[in-house]
């Protein structure tokens, strides 16, 4: 007997889709027919301006207000995904970053980077563990190039995405059995979000970039597109045998 039935949509959940990365990436998944659990932490108008966007796909949007500091957000997120599965989870998050020397950066401060990235990471994927075996999911944790080649004053930011790429890999070791597979990519100097705050705090000096051009083997630098283009690939089922790979998007800095 032939079945008449359309096969229903595969879901994503991104964590982070208020960013400019995350949003990018929830635009390339509803190109592709992904239904979306997105999360955000502020009302912005980036924020309406992507759901309003979205709203003209085919894609089915769900939101959801989530602050991944806060200790109840793993049951927060596991209601919203209720008893469906996801066939993918992106952790496009991370709170904004301070970038100075080791020598001038508190423990305290190091506490706060971790708890607001690392642990919000763990205990938001913790939570939905159940779910991506429901859809024997991917997982992409968006992370950073400088995990494989440092970038000075940039311990903020990487110490806290190594601790993520590295539970990303261990979801990956112990999940495969339930068909789940876990990525990273690690990220370069993109022209788009974090990048605007950096440039504000004026960590971003002419002279800066002008070594970050001198650094990576391209002559631009990325944008949050070519991270989104990343994520389609290692969420697809082209990339069905792929899992627990660092893939560096990043103009080839990490060489
Ligand atoms: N852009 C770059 O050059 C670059 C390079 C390497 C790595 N990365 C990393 O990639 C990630 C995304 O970067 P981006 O450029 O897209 O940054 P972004 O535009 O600043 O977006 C950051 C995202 O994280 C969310 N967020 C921050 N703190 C949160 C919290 N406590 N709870 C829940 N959500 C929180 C923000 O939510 P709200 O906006 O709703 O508050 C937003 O969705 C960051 O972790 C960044 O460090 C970026």
Redesign the pocket.
């Known amino acids: 007997m032939t079945s008449t039935q359309t096969p229903s949509a595969p879901t994503a959940l991104i964590?982070?889709?208020?960013?400019?990365?995350?949003s990018a990436i929830a635009r390339v998944l509803a190109e592709d027919g992904w239904d979306l659990v997105l999360?955000?932490?502020?009302d912005?108008e980036a924020?309406s301006g992507l759901v309003a966007a979205l709203s003209a796909t085919s894609a089915s949007v769900r939101t959801v207000k989530?602050?991944?500091?806060d200790q109840a957000v793993g049951e927060v997120l596991a209601e919203a995904v209720g008893p469906s599965p996801l066939q993918g989870v992106v952790y496009?998050?991370?709170?904004?970053?301070r970038m100075t020397h080791i020598s001038k950066i508190s423990p305290a401060e190091v506490r706060g980077q971790f708890e607001?990235?690392t642990l919000?990471f763990y205990t938001a994927i913790h939570a939905l563990i159940p779910a991506l075996r429901k859809g024997r999911g991917a997982l992409v944790s968006?992370?950073?190039?400088a995990i494989n080649r440092y970038a000075k004053k940039d311990m903020l930011?990487v110490a806290p995405?190594a601790a993520v790429e590295a539970m990303t890999r261990g979801i990956a070791a112990e999940e495969g059995r339930f068909g789940v597979r876990a990525n990273s990519i690690g990220?370069?100097?993109?022209d788009?979000?974090?990048?605007h705050?950096l440039m504000a705090q004026g960590a971003y000096t002419e002279e800066y970039l002008n070594a970050a051009r001198r650094a990576i083997a391209l002559p631009r630098f990325g944008t949050?597109e070519d991270i989104a283009q990343a994520t389609r690939f290692l969420l697809s089922p082209e990339a069905g045998w792929i899992s627990g790979q660092l893939l560096n998007v990043d103009g080839g800095y990490a060489l």
Do not use: E, N, Q, Y
């Open positions: 964590l982070g889709a208020s960013g400019a990365i995350g999360t955000h932490r502020r912005s924020f989530a602050d991944l500091t496009a998050s991370g709170p904004t970053i607001a990235d919000g968006i992370t950073s190039a930011s995405k990220v370069g100097v993109i788009s979000g974090l990048w705050d949050a």
